[in-house]
Every structure is written in C-alpha cells, then in structure tokens.
C-alpha cells in the first residue's frame, strides 16, 4: 500500500512570494489533515478535511494560508504572501476515519522563507 | 482545551538501556484516544502506539510498552534494551474521537549512543 505523498520535499522562498504544497493521501482515506510543524516544535493542525468538506480550519491563517481538496483526494496548501515565521515543516496526514483515529503522515515539505 | 505536556526536552542513553518517556496529558473529554510517534531524522512521523481512554491494560509490544494511568493523567513509554536505530524524536499525541485532529506535546530528542 502507498503512503501520503508530499511535494515538493523542499522549498525556498522569500517573503511575500507565494507558495503551494501538493499532498496524495491514501488510496481509500475519506479524512486528509494539514499540520504545521515549527523546528523544535510539535505538529499543529491547520486544517482538516472529510471527503472534500473542511471539518476544521480554526487555526488556519485565513489571510494568507489556503487549502483545498477538489473530488475529495489530492489536496493543495497555499501560502500567499510568505512571511518569515511561515519557515516550517508542512505535514500532510490521512485516516480511514472507522479505524480509530491512526493518522498516517507524509514526508513532509521543509518551507523556508528568507 | 486539549493539552500535552513532554517535560523532557532530550534524553541520551547508551545502547541497551531502557528509556521511559514522559507524557501528561489534560483534556475534559471523558473518551479520547492516546498515541505515541517517532520522527526519525527523515521526518517522517511514523505510528508507534495508540491508547484509548476506557482501557488502562498496560501492553508490552516487541521492545516499546507503555504505562497509562488516568488517575495521573499520563500516558509514559518505553523503549527496552534501546538501539541506535530508536534515536528519533517522540510525540505524545491526544485525540478527542477517532478522526479528529491530533494535539501534540513538543516531543522528546532520544539519543542512543553506541
């Protein structure tokens, strides 16, 4: 079985340029989460889908962050403009949600911003 | 509010030692579920163990147990007879219900030295 893809692996910008992070969960997972981690840092949510539906996005920076997941597969995150404190690792996480809340992550994107 | 607390910041063993890891955990949810993963060097965090709240049986799986009490609000782990391979980053992870977002503790840098 496949896991959560994630690209690109690494990303360099500079600030107020915008960024997009692709993710492919997999095959069969209804929930796709976007977490945030800082280095040295836990993940945090940034949002959560079920199918194609946003379930949570309470902690997502509307002003420049975005997310969305067209037929309820592939997802896309946005950041847009960057700004310095956005450098960060960009998880992207998915779960058959009957199955007792086991998420399974991806590689990650290593975002940073100069 | 979920919370989770990791007091251990980095933890440096010599191989074949055990390492017990500390996590406490608040929450007013009377059902919630416990996890614990590994994010090696790569990144990638990876599934180790999950735990839920009406079930305080402490398990023994291959070289990792762990010891839940909800008396304390803890949720500990142990790596038995460690490796180099174990040095990794841990979280400790609390989920209200299954498919909800994961609140994660700021993690535990493990070091096994050869």
């Known amino acids: 079985e496949a896991g959560v893809a994630q690209s690109p692996r690494y990303k360099i910008i500079e600030k107020r340029q915008s960024v997009a992070f692709w993710c492919n969960p997999i095959?069969?997972?209804?929930?796709l989460y976007w977490y945030q981690q800082i280095l040295g840092q836990g993940p945090k949510l940034l949002i959560q889908?079920?199918?194609?539906?946003?379930?949570?996005d309470s902690q997502l920076p509307k002003d420049r962050f975005s997310a969305e997941r067209l037929k309820g597969v592939d997802s896309t995150l946005k950041i847009q403009p960057a700004k310095l404190e956005d450098s960060a690792v960009y998880l992207c996480a998915s779960s058959f949600v009957r199955v007792m809340g086991e998420q399974f992550f991806g590689p990650g994107t290593r975002l940073t911003v100069l | 509010a979920q919370k989770v607390t990791q007091a251990q910041t980095e933890i440096s063993v010599v191989e074949k030692e055990d390492v017990t890891l500390d996590c406490v955990y608040e929450t007013r949810d009377t059902t919630y579920y416990l996890f614990w993963y590994k994010q090696p060097p790569s990144g990638e965090l990876v599934f180790l163990i999950r735990?839920?709240?009406?079930?305080?049986q402490n398990e023994i799986s291959g070289r990792y147990s762990w010891n839940f009490q909800k008396s304390t609000s803890s949720f500990n782990f142990t790596i038995t007879a460690s490796q180099v391979v174990d040095s990794a980053v841990y979280f400790c992870?609390?989920?209200?219900?299954?498919?909800?977002?994961?609140?994660f503790g700021g993690g535990t840098r493990v070091l096994v030295k050869p």
């Open positions: 095959s069969g997972h209804a929930t």
């Open positions: 889908f079920q199918n194609n539906g946003v379930v949570d």
């Open positions: 992870a609390l989920t209200k219900a299954a498919g909800n977002k994961l609140t």
């Open positions: 735990r839920n709240s009406f079930d305080e």
